[in-house]
């Protein structure tokens, strides 16, 4: 939980085979804080010590499934400190500058999302509506993506300047040229032509997308538990040996190029776009 907020930031339930991860702050479509971030990553954890576990779902509640990192609600935690689990970069908060965001962005983006694709079961994000920048990095660390038909997703951010989220996967994820667009444009993707492309393994009815999820999870679970694993390790060392893991490490040091250029020409590191600009950027 974080200061005014009531509810856990994240849920946790197991059903059968099946543990269900739940991003929970739908008043803020599941803008990500660091509450956030480290309340997934305990719950990643719970699933991969319970041998009871043999798939997990990854969701949102409410309309959508995340719109990104927190950028401005009122449980944004950028400032305070947190116990660092993805990495030994030092603490951020009484740093300065490219010092502190770099630090930070280490552990809380790139360092966690990296955590989490190895997690050694499989791994499935259900996607309603919204899946914008930092909601892409959660699903695109997932094994399957199984989207509903009112499923969108974006990475606006070149509207700061920064090409692209911290967990730069686009390229892998999808050919090169529409990666490109993707990011010159700013503009929504349908989940019809997300599953065109490949990005996403199955689009379903809004209403059926929990229980068909839940069903492919359960078909997933039927699998021995090592060969599962080492099919998914398998698959990752292909992915990184195409250049994934180098690729991300580059334009990571990118993204905190555009930043710091940003906190030298414009009013701070995001270019002085906050939510209500970025919406009437048409975000």
Request: charged share 25%; net charge neutral; proline share 6%.
């Amino acid at each position: 939980m974080t200061a005014g907020e009531e509810t856990p930031v994240v849920r946790y339930a197991r059903q059968g085979p099946v543990a269900t991860v739940t991003m929970n702050r739908p008043d803020y479509r599941n803008a990500q804080n660091s509450a956030m971030t480290y309340a997934l990553d305990r719950a990643f954890y719970r699933a991969a010590d319970d041998d009871a576990v043999k798939a997990v779902v990854l969701a949102g509640e409410g309309r959508h499934f995340s719109a990104g990192h927190d950028i401005g609600s009122p449980g944004r935690d950028a400032h305070l400190p947190f116990d660092r689990r993805a990495g030994l970069w030092w603490d951020h908060c009484d740093k300065a500058g490219a010092e502190s965001r770099y630090a930070r962005e280490s552990e809380v983006y790139l360092g966690m999302c990296r955590r989490w694709r190895e997690l050694p079961k499989p791994v499935i994000a259900s996607v309603q509506g919204a899946c914008v920048a930092g909601g892409l990095m959660l699903a695109w660390i997932c094994d399957l993506i199984v989207a509903a038909d009112d499923a969108f997703f974006a990475d606006p951010v070149v509207r700061m300047g920064i090409p692209g989220v911290e967990y730069f996967a686009h390229p892998w994820v999808m050919p090169p040229r529409i990666a490109k667009e993707f990011l010159y444009t700013g503009d929504r993707m349908p989940a019809q032509r997300a599953y065109e492309l490949g990005m996403v393994n199955r689009v379903v009815p809004r209403a059926e997308l929990a229980a068909r999820t839940r069903e492919l999870a359960e078909r997933i679970a039927e699998m021995p538990r090592m060969g599962l694993a080492l099919t998914k390790r398998a698959v990752n060392q292909a992915e990184d040996l195409q250049g994934l893991h180098p690729g991300l490490d580059s334009v990571f040091g990118l993204h905190h190029l555009a930043h710091a250029h940003n906190a030298e020409t414009a009013r701070d590191s995001l270019g002085g776009m906050d939510i209500a600009r970025m919406k009437e950027a048409g975000s």
